[in-house]
């Protein structure tokens, strides 16, 4: 009787042992996703800031190797560089959402991995650019994968806008009450409220329009839009001045920057104003991080629950005479912020590895128990990085691939150095700068290589630029600083 009580007990602790492990590996996540946020402007998330810098780790060198909406939104879902996505550009036919629906990437999101897999998974906010136009696939199509949909159809806006609610076309007007942001942040609190309640983990991606411009026509200039409580805030603040700002001599830098006009003091003074206006409709996006913290903190399942912080690009201002953009070859687009809090996670940690959003799809998957093969993406896992509390570890990217979406414009970011190609008329325009002595890329020094370190590195962005899974992991590690050889 004594040794069938003894086995039973163990029967039971072992039973408690491995339902508590299943939870433990099962973690929840949200994933908050900024449109065109740059770097600098974090700071203006005081909430967001002050949590993840004591909690997280934040990453100083994060970059997206392709520095558009659509292209870089699909190596964030998929783990896959843009030239193996497929999806190039925002627009039909080298991209937008025809494009990922038509190559079936919907199947190969992070979201249908953890859906198949017994997560809940919901998305808010900003999709694909292009969805919902057109006639080809319903408006109120829901994408594979996710479990509860609340995204923007046709052209996202701050007012004035359509949601697809779980396959229901929803309008909103331009009261206070239908500010874009706060919308999101009033479905995405009450989907946390319900999921916390659940047995099931979750997983959300919430994608803020802040403080992408404005499409709506009504708007001019092009400018983001801040709620009406935010309106006053940041008054005569300017623009960040980075030694490229409205850069002076562009003679070695390729046509596309040479052709532009030097920056009027009327464009200067539009470029502080969208500045400030970015920042303001950044901080509801703040409130709402803040919100999500709160709610979080009063579950028990708030330790349990990974909070990512990242946005699909940079952004321009002013930078190498461009008014304003993306989508070109320079640090100030790719470099975006990235952040992470969660089970494991180091508190307090700032880390400055190379790592890029095709990192984020292995990443979750990891963190979450559920294999993918390797030869099905392009990035790595970076859970050595947030949970090691030793400044060297075993990540060793040394390089990615920097893609534009055109054939003829590529380059290679390395730890000290970023190298550029454009092709102009027949003739490749090399760049090369010294990120470290010159991090706002204002000195092309590509004409002090030596010829066969040039030609070493040309034939490496070669490699890189039809590398797939485990090619383009090898080879970023590969390819290193050593590449660089300059004369006197």
Known sequence: MKKNFFILKLLLSLFCFLVSFSAIARPNFIIVLTDDMAVDEFRFMPRTQEYFAINGVRFTNAFVSQAMCCPARSSILTGQYSVNTGVKSNNFPTGGWHVFHELGLESATMAAKLQASGYSTAYFGKFMNEYGLGNQIPRNYVPLGWSDWYAFVASPSYYNYSLNENGVIKNYGNTPADYATDVLAKHALNHLNSALNKNSPFFMLISAYAPHSSTDEAIRPTVPVSAPRHKNLFNGIQAPRSASFNQADVSKKPFNVQSRPLLSPED???????????????????????????????????????????????????????????????????????????????????????????????????????????????????????????????????????????????????????????????????????????????????????????????????QLRNCKAGTCRKLENTFTDDLVQLTN
């Not at 539009?270 to 901080?283: G, K, T």
């Not at 579950?299 to 952004?315: A, L």
């Not at 470099?335 to 700032?350: E, K, S």
């Not at 993406?377 to 060793?396: A, C, H, M, V």
Request: aromatic share 10%; hydrophobic share 35%.
């Open 268 to 462: 200067i003074d539009w470029i502080d104003l969208s500045f400030r206006l970015r920042i303001q409709s950044l901080r509801s996006v703040d409130e709402m991080v803040g919100k999500l913290i709160d709610k979080l903190k009063a579950s028990p399942k708030f330790n349990e629950t990974y909070i990512i912080f990242v946005s699909d690009n940079g952004f321009w201002f002013g930078d190498h005479r461009f008014k304003f953009g993306k989508g070109g070859l320079y640090d100030q687009s790719h470099r975006v912020p990235l952040a992470i809090t969660g089970p494991n996670v180091q508190p307090g940690l700032v880390r400055d590895d190379l790592v890029i959003n095709t990192d984020l799809f292995p990443t979750v998957l990891n963190l979450a128990g559920v294999t993918v093969a390797p030869k099905n993406y392009d990035g790595r896992s970076i859970q050595p990085l947030l949970e090691s509390n030793k400044r060297q570890t075993t990540f060793n990217r040394r390089s990615f691939l920097i893609e534009t979406g055109q054939e003829g414009r590529l380059g290679i970011r390395f730890d000290s150095y970023a190298y550029y190609e454009t092709l102009q008329a027949a003739r490749t325009i090399k760049e090369l700068y010294d990120t470290k002595l010159d991090p706002d890329q204002v000195y092309n020094i590509a004409d002090r290589l030596t010829g066969t370190s040039a030609t070493a590195i040309s034939d490496a962005l070669g």
